[in-house]
């Protein structure tokens, strides 16, 4: 009956969404790791010297490379720069394809990977943590210069994805539920994918992993706080640490940078999927099996890979 939500489309739709968002995060992570990382590290004449790869969530490597120069500068970008050119690559490879379900989900992929590159590099330069560690310590105050551009991309490319693919997964849904229904099932989705990664970094502890994506912020705390406590000595209590924490937590306060872009982006996803063509569509079974297959073999090769190295 037209108007009524079946759970049945809901679910179909949030197991394809899953399995499309697993798919693509695993085979981003080795792309960005081993393509991106892993060849700046030999183009600039060092080697890989170890790898962690998270099953669900992401990784690192480790390299080793000649002294002088900026290297390191080059093998922290490798990874950014690799997956934005894969992903605008398959957004435009298949822009003359029939815009089917299927099309629309790769093109969809390259802008989700565009994002999570700009994302990464956006927030990792403001807040100094991971790949943008690097270029943080270099342009000091002027990090601005990077991270509000690489920002600007991923609201673009977030608008961009959400009006090419989330009409086509709408339709769907049943007509009179197709909102309701579309908000549903990517709810579900993200909350697995998120969930799964989240609980998978708690379990296998990984202290590389940890240090790696902590913001500076809190690392400058941390050493200003171990200075205070070895100079109060035996005098130092709880309750004086506590407040020292706090007032250097204070001193060192940063412009919550990775708050408002993702604001920026929900709202630049919001507004795409609002102008987002709404066709009748249908979620072939096959199509959902063939990702699920997908999803199973990228989880699978990035555990394989990870094995490899321990």
């Known amino acids: 009956m037209e108007g009524m939500l079946r759970p049945v489309s809901v679910g179909r ?3 394809f969404v899953v399995c499309v968002g697993f798919a693509t995060s695993r085979i981003g992570l080795i792309v960005h790791e081993f393509v991106g990382h892993g060849g700046a590290t030999l183009a600039v004449g060092g080697d890989v010297t170890d790898v962690h790869l998270f099953a669900l969530a992401g990784g690192w490597i480790r390299y080793r490379v000649p002294a002088g120069g900026h290297a390191d500068l080059v093998i922290a970008m490798g990874g950014i720069v690799v997956e934005s050119v894969i992903g605008a690559a398959l957004w435009i490879a298949f822009a003359r394809r029939a815009p089917t379900l299927g099309t629309r989900v790769v093109r969809a992929i390259g802008c989700a990977l565009v994002i999570h590159a700009a994302w990464y590099l956006a927030t990792g330069t403001w807040h100094g943590y ?23 991309v991923a609201c673009a490319m977030a608008f961009l994805g959400a009006r090419h693919v989330l009409g086509a997964l709408a339709g769907t849904i049943e007509p009179g539920r197709r909102v309701v229904g579309t908000v549903i099932a990517l709810a579900i989705a993200g909350g697995v994918q998120i969930g799964a990664a989240v609980a998978e970094v ?6 590389t992993y940890a240090s790696t994506m902590r913001p500076e912020r809190d690392r400058i705390v941390a050493r200003e706080l171990a200075d205070w406590e070895r100079a109060q000595g035996a005098k130092a209590d709880a309750d004086a640490r506590t407040r020292m924490a706090a007032d250097l937590a204070r001193k ?7 708050y408002v872009l993702g604001a920026l982006v929900v709202l630049s996803t919001i507004a795409g999927a609002w102008v987002s063509p709404r066709p009748e569509a249908t979620l072939p079974g096959a199509l959902l099996a063939q990702w699920a297959v997908a999803a199973g ?14």
Request: proline share 6%; hydrophobic share 55%.
């Open 13 to 15: 739709l949030a197991l």
């Open 130 to 152: 991971g790949d943008g560690t690097r270029i943080y310590r270099e342009l000091g105050e002027a990090r601005w210069i990077v991270a509000v551009p690489a920002g600007f």
């Open 202 to 207: 708690r379990l296998r502890s990984d202290p």
């Open 252 to 258: 060192n306060a940063v412009f919550p940078f990775i």
């Open 297 to 310: 073999a990228s989880i699978a090769l990035v555990i394989a890979i990870d094995a490899l190295f321990h």
